[in-house]
């Protein structure tokens, strides 16, 4: 999903904390922001596999166009989600907690939903990925064409 589309999303998660919470804006806050800064696990990402700050158009290219080779998205991770509800089911989560549950969860919903053409079924399980040793290759549906010639040139080489 893209940037747009969530900040989009953050409106209506808000709403949704701050009824949950019975009003609460801290809920709200957290709701709206959690639903966005989620995504700054692809920042790591890319500098783990870049080695630098290549700027701004430089990083969404590589993250909308699948052409990070090794995908660890570690807040992008439905067992964090479990996690947030056993808080938020036990009464252990304060209001703000309640937010940030349901906007990380209305963003990993998003995201399982609308990149559900791009990367396996199960891509949004943390173990998964780490089955698959966040191997680009084996997580996209179709790796894009440089992971194929990486992989191709490593091959040869
Ligand atoms: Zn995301």
Same mark, same amino acid.
């Given at each position: 999903?893209?940037?747009?589309?969530?900040?989009? /999303?953050?409106?209506?998660?808000?709403?949704? !904390?701050?009824? #949950?919470?019975?009003? /609460?804006?801290? !809920?709200? @806050?957290?709701?709206?922001?959690?639903?966005?800064?989620?995504?700054?696990?692809?920042?790591?990402? +890319? *500098?783990?596999?870049?080695?630098?700050?290549?700027?701004?158009?430089? @990083?969404? #290219?590589?993250?909308?166009? &699948?052409?990070?080779?090794?995908?660890?998205?570690?807040?992008?991770? @439905?067992? *964090?989600?479990? @996690?947030?509800?056993?808080?938020?089911?036990?009464?252990?989560?304060?209001?703000? &907690?309640?937010? *940030?549950?349901?906007?990380?969860? &209305?963003?990993?919903?998003?995201?399982?939903?609308?990149?559900?053409?791009?990367?396996?079924? /199960?891509? +949004?399980?943390?173990?998964?990925? !780490?089955?698959?040793?966040?191997?680009?290759?084996?997580? +996209?549906?179709?790796?894009?064409?440089?992971?194929? !010639?990486? #992989?191709?040139?490593?091959?040869? #080489?």
């Amino acid at each position: 999903m893209k940037l747009a589309q969530h900040c989009m /999303s953050a409106v209506p998660l808000a709403v949704a !904390a701050y009824a #949950a919470t019975s009003g /609460s804006l801290a !809920a709200a @806050f957290m709701a709206g922001a959690s639903s966005v800064l989620i995504d700054c696990d692809h920042v790591l990402d +890319y *500098l783990l596999c870049n080695k630098r700050w290549g700027g701004l158009p430089h @990083f969404f #290219a590589m993250c909308d166009e &699948g052409r990070l080779p090794r995908l660890y998205l570690l807040l992008h991770s @439905f067992e *964090l989600v479990i @996690f947030l509800w056993l808080l938020v089911g036990t009464g252990v989560a304060a209001a703000w &907690g309640v937010g *940030l549950t349901i906007g990380v969860t &209305g963003h990993m919903l998003m995201d399982w939903v609308g990149n559900r053409h791009l990367v396996k079924q /199960s891509f +949004y399980w943390l173990w998964y990925r !780490a089955a698959n040793r966040f191997d680009g290759n084996e997580l +996209y549906l179709t790796p894009p064409d440089p992971l194929h !010639a990486v #992989a191709n040139e490593a091959g040869r #080489a």
